[in-house]
C-alpha cells in the first residue's frame, strides 16, 4: 500500500515537472508540410528552386529550434512530392499529402497548369495551399461560382495584373505603337498572360498586329514568325515558358525578325539565359523580385541561397520562401496546428514583407496585394529595369 | 499574302517536312521488314539528340564527328533494344510487341529523366549563315537538313533495292517462314535492320537539334507521333512514300497557319490527312497486301 502510494507520488512529481517546463516537452510531434514541386517534365529548374528554398526555409526554422505553436517549440517535417510536370500527377500528389501524409498544409504546385488541379483537391479536402509562382486568376477561383475558394492561397499577383503592367511598359516606356504575340493555346498561364495584354494594350491605344498561337512541346515556330514578321511589329510579346522561349527568339532572328521581345515572369529562370545565350541580349520581362535591388529583408535570403547551392536564387526560389514564411506567420497566429485554425489565419494576415516585397490580403481575395518589377537582359545577367505598383 | 511571304512558308515546310523524313525513314524501314511498328523509334531519336549533345559538349567534336557518334550510338542502342525486347517476342502476336515498343520508349524517356531532367542547349556545331534574296530568308542549316534528308532517303533506297542484304530485308518481308531455308541469316538481318533505324534516328536527332537547339526527355513523343502519321500517310513500309508523307505533313501544318488563324492548325492539317486516308487507306504509295488465312 504504501509503495504504491509512493509510486503514484512519484509520478505526480514527475508528471508535474514535465508540465512545468512545456520545452522540455520533447514528445510535441513535428508539424507536417507537404510541397509539390516539378521536379521533373518540362519545367524542371522550376521544381528544383521550389525544392531549394523549401528545404532551407525548414532548416532555418528547424536550426532555430522549432516553430513556436500555442507555447511550445514544434519542428517542421517536409514531405516533397514529384509531380513529374503533369496535371493529373499535381491532384494525385496533393490527396497523397492531404490524406496518406497527414500534412498540415501544402505549398506548391508553381505553373498554373499544376497549380489549378491540385488547387481543386486541396479546396475539397478542406487543407491550405499556397502556390509560390501560379499567377493564372483561376487558381484561387472557385470554378463554379467564379468567387474566391476558401483554402487556396498564393505569394505571388495575378496575370491580369501582369498583363496589365507589360502592355503598359509596351506602350509607354518601349513606346511602342504595334506588337504582335504569339502563345501556347494550350497553356492556361501563356493564354492567360496573353489575353489580358491584349485587351489593355488595345485600351492603352496600341494595335495588336498578330496574335499567333502554338501548342505545348512544339519547337518549330517558323510559320507563325513569318507571319509575324510580315505585319512588321515593333514588339513581339512571348509569355511563354524558358524552355521555349530561346528558340522562339532564335528562329525569328533566322527569319530575320529584327525587333524588341518581351515577356513574362514564365522567363525568370537562370536557364532561360543557359539556352538562350546572345540572342536574348537586351530584351524584357516583368517578374516578382529583382535579385539586385532587393529589399533588406531579401539580402540575407539571398546571400544564404548563394552559400547553399552556389547560385542567385531566381524568382521561384523566392516566392517560395514567402510562401513558407505566410504559412508560418498564420501557424503562428493561429495557434495552433489545426488546417482550419491556419486557413483563418491567412485570409487576414496582416502585412508581411518577404523577399519579394510586402504584402497583404483582404478578406474578399486571396490574391496578395503586391508590386511587380521590369528585369532586363544585359550583359548575360537580369538587370533591373523598373518597377511597377498595383 | 505576296509572292515573297509564299516562298519563306514554303522554305518553312521543306524544312519541317525533313525533319519529320528523317524520322519517318525509320518507322518506315522496320514496318517493311517487320511488319511491326516501333513506337521507340521517337525516343531512340531523342537519345541520339542528347548523344549529340555529349559529343559536342563534352568530347567537344565538331559536327561531322558529331553526327556520327551519334549515329554509331543509336544504331548500337538500336540493336540492343531489338535483341533483349523484341527478339524474345517475334512469334508472340502483334499487340504484344507494340506494347513491347511503347514500353521501351517510356524506359529510355525516364532513364533519360534520371539522367537529367534539365532541357539543355546544343551549341552551334556548323556556322548558320543567312541569305536574303528579296526578303525570303535561307539560312545554311535549312538547306543541309534538306539535303541530309533527302541523301539519307536516296542511300536507304539503296540499301534495300541495290544490295544483297536490302534484297534479304526485302525476302524476310515477303515470307519470314520460307527465307531461313533458303540460307538466310534472318536474326543478323532483322538485328541490322534496327541499327539501321536507330542510326537514322541519331542524324534526325542531330539535325533536330541543330535546327531546334533545346532539347528535353520528351521531346521524341509529340515529333515522334507526327512523322509516324507522315510515314503512314505516304504509305507505311515504302521508303518513297515516308518522305511525300513528311512533306505534306509539314507542308499542310505550315500552310494551315500561314492562311488561316494558328489555333485551327492540328485540327485541319489532321481532318486533311484522315480524309486523305479514307481514299487512300493504305497511304499515298503503299500496295494493299494480300492477306493470308
Known sequence: ?390 | MDAKYILQQALNALQLGSIYALIALGYTLVYGVLTMINFAHGDVFMVGAFLCFSAAVLLELPFVPALLFSMAGTALLGAAIERIAYKPLRRAPRVSAIITALGVGIFLESAMLALNPYPKSIPTLIDNVTWTFGGVTVSSLQLLIIALSLGLMLLLDFVVYRTKTGMAMRAISWDRALVPLMGVPVDRVVTLTFALGGALAGAAGTMYGLAYPVIDPYMGIMVGWKAFIAAVVGGIGNIRGAMIGAFILGGVEILVVAFLPSTYRDFVAFSLLLILLMFRPHGILGKTRAQKV
Not at chain 1, 184 to 194: L, M, T
Not at chain 1, 202 to 211: D, P, Q, R
Not at chain 1, 251 to 278: N, T, Y
Not at chain 1, 333 to 361: C, H, I, W
Open chain 1, 1 to 390: 500500500m504504501i509503495r504504491n502510494n509512493l509510486l503514484i507520488t512519484a509520478t505526480t512529481v514527475f508528471l508535474g515537472s514535465l508540465m512545468a517546463v512545456p520545452n522540455a516537452r520533447a514528445a510535441a510531434p513535428a508539424i507536417r508540410i507537404g510541397v509539390i514541386a516539378e521536379m521533373t517534365g518540362d519545367i524542371p529548374a522550376v521544381g528544383a528552386s521550389c525544392k531549394n528554398a523549401a528545404l532551407m526555409a525548414i532548416k532555418e526554422v528547424n536550426d532555430g529550434g522549432g516553430l513556436e505553436v500555442g507555447g511550445a517549440r514544434r519542428k517542421i517535417e517536409l514531405c516533397i512530392e514529384d509531380n513529374a510536370g503533369k496535371a493529373d500527377q499535381s491532384a494525385s500528389a496533393a490527396m497523397k499529402l492531404i490524406t496518406r501524409q497527414n500534412v498540415l498544409a501544402i505549398i506548391g504546385p508553381n505553373a498554373s497548369r499544376y497549380a489549378i488541379p491540385a488547387a481543386e483537391i486541396a479546396e475539397t479536402s478542406q487543407t491550405v495551399l499556397i502556390t509560390p509562382w501560379s499567377t493564372n486568376p483561376k487558381t484561387t477561383l472557385d470554378a463554379s461560382t467564379g468567387l474566391p475558394k476558401k483554402y487556396v492561397f498564393r505569394a505571388c499577383f495575378i496575370d491580369s495584373f501582369q498583363g496589365r503592367v507589360v502592355a503598359r511598359f509596351a506602350f509607354e516606356n518601349l513606346k511602342a505603337k504595334t506588337v504582335a504575340v504569339l502563345y501556347d493555346v494550350a497553356s492556361e498561364y501563356n493564354k492567360g498572360v496573353a489575353e489580358v495584354f491584349k485587351a489593355n494594350y488595345t485600351k492603352l491605344g496600341g494595335k495588336i498586329v498578330a496574335s499567333e498561337t502554338y501548342t505545348t512541346n512544339d519547337k518549330d515556330f517558323s510559320a507563325q514568325l513569318t507571319k509575324i514578321k510580315s505585319a512588321a511589329p515593333d514588339v513581339v510579346f512571348l509569355p511563354n515558358y524558358y524552355s521555349e522561349v530561346p528558340l522562339q527568339v532564335q528562329q525569328a532572328h533566322r527569319l530575320g525578325l529584327q525587333c524588341v521581345f518581351i515577356g513574362s515572369d514564365s522567363w525568370g529562370s537562370a536557364d532561360l539565359l543557359k539556352l538562350g545565350g546572345k540572342d536574348l541580349e537586351g530584351y524584357y520581362f516583368s517578374t516578382h523580385y529583382a535579385a539586385d535591388s532587393a529589399a533588406p529583408v531579401a539580402t540575407a535570403f539571398i546571400a544564404n541561397y548563394k552559400k547553399t547551392y552556389g547560385a542567385v536564387p531566381d524568382d521561384v526560389a523566392a516566392l517560395t520562401y514567402d510562401a513558407f514564411g505566410l504559412l508560418f506567420m498564420a501557424i503562428k497566429n493561429a495557434g495552433k496546428a489545426d488546417r482550419e485554425a491556419v486557413r483563418q489565419a491567412l485570409a487576414v494576415l496582416p502585412g508581411y514583407s518577404g523577399v519579394t516585397g510586402n504584402m497583404t490580403f483582404s478578406a474578399d481575395s486571396r490574391d496578395p496585394v503586391k508590386s511587380a518589377v521590369i528585369l532586363q537582359i544585359k550583359d548575360g545577367k537580369f538587370t533591373y529595369f523598373t518597377s511597377a505598383n498595383p
